[in-house]
């Protein structure tokens, strides 16, 4: 490939000056790069400045551009610079991460006629551009085939395998029932009311549980424990990666209550710990193998499914190492760099 063809832009459609959440992005855009391709990754952020940043030991190049309208909740803000930036790079396609953002179909329509977009998915929200998308990375079959029907019939919607650290996870052996820290843990911001903690209330009368994740409801949530709960329950607050490892490898069981998902990193970093998870089939529909590495269930039998799981020390370990041994085979660094040969090949 030559010129524009190429070019491949990356863009992540949610305003933040930070990849530590990106990393799956940035290891694909490095395996594209040895491959050939010329890799530039572009975002949003709430300062006043282009700022540059070298990526994976320089590896890959990331521009952060200032939103013209940083106090726009996340999915309204645009950005003159980093149409401006993309213009100037000059890519033949653009992945945007993320769906439904204003960005998207703002900074497409800047862009030289002809250039292609495809999309980086989580949920399975609708996007203005996705008729005019050639290829579309998603969480797992299931939910590609249920949105994205057309390019995955086309072949042109493929699984991109989440980042996730095998070192730092550990060795991935459930913990032993005396050694358990909590029965259940859960990971996920406060300030979000689909994440739907409140679930999890009822299953504290019986199990001690952790909670992950700090955010601007926290302090009202833990108000609303009644005051019998309260000590069965520990808030571990905002940690820190590696304290989100250690919290995962001390849990027997994870629960998953959201209500509106792709395949939150949380529940592959659990499985990667030995720790089998339980989410509502009505949000996850695949990537967690159910019976195997943990539980999709109707929100009506989750109390059902926890309580079979905790009371079954054998089957519970049993779904861990099984949990441990997908994550391996189908998540992390060579995962994604097998994705990424597919990719290319897509990209023509």
Known sequence: MSGSASRLAIVMSHAQRSMGGAMREAVLARALVAQGLDVRIFRLHGGTALEEEPVL????????????????????QVSASLKAE???????????????????????AALEPGTRCGFIVGGGVTDPLLGQATLVLGEYREQLRQHFMPLWRAGQALVLPKYVDLAEAGAGRPVPLAEATCDIINVGNFGDDRKN???????AARHRMTLV???????????????????????AGRLPHAGVFAALRGARLMVHTSTMDGLPRATVEAMACG???????????????????????????????????L????????????????????????????????VLKLLG
């Open 197 to 203: 903690q409140a679930a999890l209330l009822p299953l």
């Open 275 to 309: 720790v089998p998870v339980i989410a509502y089939r009505s949000t996850i529909q695949g990537g967690i193998p159910h019976g195997g590495a943990g539980l999709l269930v109707a929100e009506a039998a989750l109390p059902h499914a926890v309580e079979m799981v």
């Open 213 to 235: 994740g700090g955010g601007t409801k926290l302090g009202e949530f833990r108000r609303s424990v009644p005051g019998r709960l309260r000590a069965k329950i520990t808030f």
């Open 311 to 342: 009371a079954d020390d054998e089957l519970r370990c049993r779904m861990g190492m099984n949990a441990r041994r997908h994550v391996e085979k189908h998540h992390g660094v060579p995962a994604i760099e097998t994705a990424a040969v597919e």
């Open 86 to 108: 993309l213009r100037a790079f000059a890519p033949g396609m653009v992945l945007y991460k993320g769906l439904g953002y204003r960005v998207n179909a703002d900074t497409q």
């Open 57 to 76: 030991d320089g590896a890959v190049r990331a521009s952060f551009c200032p939103a013209d309208n940083p106090e726009a909740i996340p999915h309204r």
